[in-house]
């Protein structure tokens, strides 16, 4: 820490401090820290060490040699808790800011058996380093009861071991707390020449600035920062700076070398050619490029590194890149000959070249690694998409379906209105027709000498209600009985008698007669069902065209009573013999599209019906729950839906039949819910085995209007 | 003993034209016509009761309540009906239904709605023809609705008894 302003308290500055005693203090300089470094080891080792650490350390750090891990712990805690105890503005235990003591730091006397820390500020000591001896156990647990204690995790920590094996630091090694291992015996020195460096590590890492790494300097003055060997020292230094060295080292073998100056865009190696020089770049970028099957890649550009071609050296001297500037650009060309000398009379070139070259491998690797990375980024990336892809395409494909299934029923509609609008003109003039040969035949007969028995006839079959079949055979027993002749009951009857006394008085009237009134019964047997069937015709043509009705603004005072009824109409040959009853109430009209809505009814009976298998009861009940709207609600007494297959069956494309897409459960009822959901209704299935309840409830006041026209 | 013929239909328009372009057979055939299946079964029992014997069924496919195709495989069951000829009278008999007919009822013959008033005639008489000869029945009192060429070996067989 930064000394600041503040006076000394206890200026006991001593440089150098290579023989410092046992037991004295740590240098405090006022405010810096005080720093204490433990030796954990049982005699005689923990003496050995003690000794080689106070020549490597001198009086930088206090010197505690204990024998086990707690005695560690409760030597630091009785030191670290002191502050606390006594200066009356407590500092955070092992912080690393100067103290301000109040008052200008009034000290606290100490006088409880540590001795090493007294006077000082009240500064709780830092313990950059621990030296831990084999003899106290297992090393994963010795440092795991050390670690403990705050201040004690950062400090760096030396194993000394007189084992050939360890299998007891995994956790140490895993969590990076182990620092160095040496083997005893030790060459004498290097322990020491270990905790120093360490210490100045630690400073350089926790207390930058601090003043004492000045007094951690190696024999010729160096600061023990700086490794000692030619390669790790330039490894150190900037690529410019090493690329100076070796440009320094080459002249100084083959004289001043020209520089080259070059534009941007310039090849200085190609791609798969063979190279027998290097460039050393001075200033300026180069781009690394290849090229490949999917174009040219520019793989490297700001980890080129300052040597081009160094690396193509290695294989086979073929470039493995086209090196290309992309600035201006300052170099030094230099044959393989040239490099091949300078190396082999300058020590300087080899590291420098060496220093060069790791750093090249390792900003290239950084950066392939980084490739990789993004690759793995890109595929997930990728993946993502073509999950995002297929599911798009799955919607895609059921909007296909729904769009095909739609354009389906509008090709039906359009066909039915076209049919519905060709049958209107022959309906009609049938319809007429019927009335007029029943109007023109009764004046005709009234008009013959006879016709008053044929006319007579003619009008009872035309107005005779329906009966069943066994009730007219029952008559016509009856008729057979009273005459006691079969052939002739038929006859009567076909002429419309049935009465047996009037049967006999026609039968009386001779052969002609009853010819004419056969003829007239006829005739209006066949009048009748003319204009049934012709009404019949026209109803179903009705039914086309509101079915058909192309959808355009929704239409006020649609009915849906009578939309209802045209679809049970056009889907009777659905339901089959499906027994449908229907509970209508009082409706309002509604605003709607009518034809929409018919597709609706048609959807939810067909669907009913399918669920049914043709056989069973279904049940139209309509209401008005409130003024504002109409409830349908059809009801079938089918075997049910399954809960699971309920939550999904308004879904387009579901289906409970092995996977084809049926017209009931398929896009049915998809569409239903789309139509009803545009008129700004609802749409809910209930169901339960016996009773599926579809209830449609629609706004009195029609579809909301689309937006702001 | 006649013949009989049954029309099954629920549109009573329908059934009574039926009934009406059958009328040329009514002085030697009994015609019959039901609305529904009970109603057919009603015939059949009456037919039975009057000693007269049914020949051919005209059934309509879409019926309330069983099916014209379920009630020609009903006959099947019953001797008194299994022996009938059957023939299918319907406009929208699905595929469904008419493979059904001809595989399980024995369907003898389909006649489209709307039918032609030749066509029926002709296609009751040669039903009517097939069973007198497929059954071996004198063909003697029936004569004028059979075809004649074809009974003929049957009644020469008859007279040379």
Known sequence: ?709 | MRLSVLILEDERPVREALARDLAGFADVVRVEVAEDVPDAWQVVEELDVDGDRLALVLADHRLPGTSGVEFLVQLLDDPRTARARKVLVTGQADQQDTIRAVNEAGLDHYIAKPWDVDELTEVVRDQLTEHVTEHRLDPLPHLRVLDAARVMPLLRERGDR
């Not at chain 1, 720093?35 to 505690?64: C, K, N, Q, S």
């Not at chain 1, 000398?341 to 420098?352: F, H, T």
């Not at chain 1, 009008?459 to 009966?467: L, S």
């Not at chain 1, 057979?480 to 009951?489: I, M, S, T, Y």
């Open chain 1, 1 to 709: 820490m930064n000394p600041t302003e503040r006076s000394p308290e206890q200026p006991r500055e001593r440089a150098g401090g290579a023989h410092a005693a046992a037991s004295h203090g740590p240098i405090t300089d006022g405010e810096l820290t005080p720093l204490v470094v433990f030796v954990v080891a049982t005699e005689p080792l923990a003496g050995a060490v003690a000794a080689e650490l106070r020549d490597g350390i001198g009086d930088l750090a206090e010197l505690r040699v204990v024998a086990d891990t707690d005695e560690a712990v409760r030597s630091l805690a009785s030191t670290a808790a002191r502050p606390h105890a006594a200066a009356s503005t407590p500092e955070p235990a092992g912080g690393d800011l100067p103290s301000t003591a109040p008052g200008g730091g009034g000290p606290s006397p100490t006088d409880e058996g540590v001795p090493s820390l007294e006077g000082d500020a009240g500064e709780p000591p830092a313990v950059p380093l621990l030296v831990l001896g084999s003899d106290v156990g297992r090393v994963d647990a010795a440092i795991g009861a050390l670690d403990a204690v705050p201040e004690l995790t950062s400090a760096a920590t030396l194993l000394i071991t007189d084992r050939h094996v360890h299998d007891d630091l995994a956790d140490a090694v895993d969590r990076d707390r182990l620092d160095g291992i040496i083997a005893v015996p030790w060459t004498a020195g290097t322990l020491g020449g270990h905790a120093r460096s360490q210490l100045a590590r630690w400073l350089s890492y926790h207390r930058a600035g601090d003043p004492r790494s000045a007094q951690l300097v190696d024999e010729r003055s160096r600061p023990l920062q700086l490794p000692d060997s030619a390669l790790l020292r330039d490894l150190e230094l900037s690529p410019t700076e090493v690329s100076t060295n070796l440009l320094a080292g080459i002249e100084r073998v083959l004289g001043p070398r020209p520089r080259l100056r070059l534009p941007p865009g310039v090849r200085l190696t190609h791609q798969e050619v063979g190279l027998d020089a290097v460039f050393v770049i001075l200033s300026g970028s180069v781009a690394l490029e290849r090229s490949t099957r999917v174009g040219d890649l520019r793989l490297h550009h700001g980890s080129t590194g300052p040597v081009v071609g160094l690396l193509s050296l290695a294989q086979q001297r073929r470039a493995y890149f086209t090196a290309r500037t992309t600035t201006d650009v300052e170099l030094v060309h230099l044959t393989l000959e040239q490099l091949d000398r300078a190396l082999r009379s300058e020590p300087e070139v080899v590291g420098a070249m060496a220093a060069l070259s790791i750093r090249a491998l390792a900003d290239r690797l950084r950066r392939a690694e980084q490739l990789q990375v993004e690759k793995v980024e890109l595929n997930r990336e990728l993946d993502d998409e073509r999950r995002r892809l297929a599911g798009a395409l799955k919607e895609l494909e059921q909007a296909r379906l729904e769009l095909v299934e739609q354009a389906r029923f509008v090709t039906l509609g359009e066909m039915a209105a076209g049919i519905a609008h060709e049958l209107n003109n022959p309906v009609s003039a049938l319809r007429r027709a019927a009335s007029y040969v029943g109007d023109d035949l009764e004046r005709l007969l009234a008009s013959h000498p006879d016709g008053e028995v044929a006319r007579e006839a003619m009008i009872t079959a035309r107005d005779r209600p329906a009966r069943t079949t066994a009730r007219e055979r029952a008559v016509r027993r009856e008729l057979e009985r009273a005459l006691g002749d079969r052939q002739l009951a038929h006859r009567l009857l076909a002429a419309g008698v049935e009465d047996p006394v009037q049967a006999r008085r026609l039968a009386d009237r001779g052969e002609a007669a009853l010819e004419l009134a056969e003829a007239g019964s006829g005739l209006g047997g066949a009048v009748r069902n003319l204009d049934v069937a012709s009404r019949r015709i026209a109803e179903l043509v009705t039914s086309l065209r509101a079915y058909a009705r192309p959808d355009g603004d929704p239409l006020e005072g649609v009915d849906v009573h009578a939309g209802l009824e045209d679809t049970l109409r056009l889907t009777a040959h659905r339901l089959g013999e499906i027994v449908v009853e229907r509970n209508y109430g009082d409706l309002p009209t509604v605003r709607a599209h009518p034809g929409q809505l018919d597709q609706v009814w048609t959807n939810l009976l067909v669907n009913a019906a399918e669920a049914l298998g043709g056989e069973g009861r279904i049940e139209i009940v309509t209401d008005a729950p409130d003024d504002e709207h109409v409830r349908v609600r059809i009801r079938d007494d089918g075997p049910g839906v399954e809960p699971e297959v309920l939550e999904r069956v308004f879904e387009p494309r579901f289906t409970t039949k092995q996977g084809t897409v049926r017209y009931g459960l398929g896009l049915g009822l998809a569409i239903a819910r789309r139509i009803v959901d545009h008129h700004g209704g609802g749409i809910a299935m209930v169901s339960s085995p016996g009773e599926t309840v579809v209830t449609v409830t629609l706004p009195v006041a029609g579809p909301p209007d689309e937006e702001a026209a």
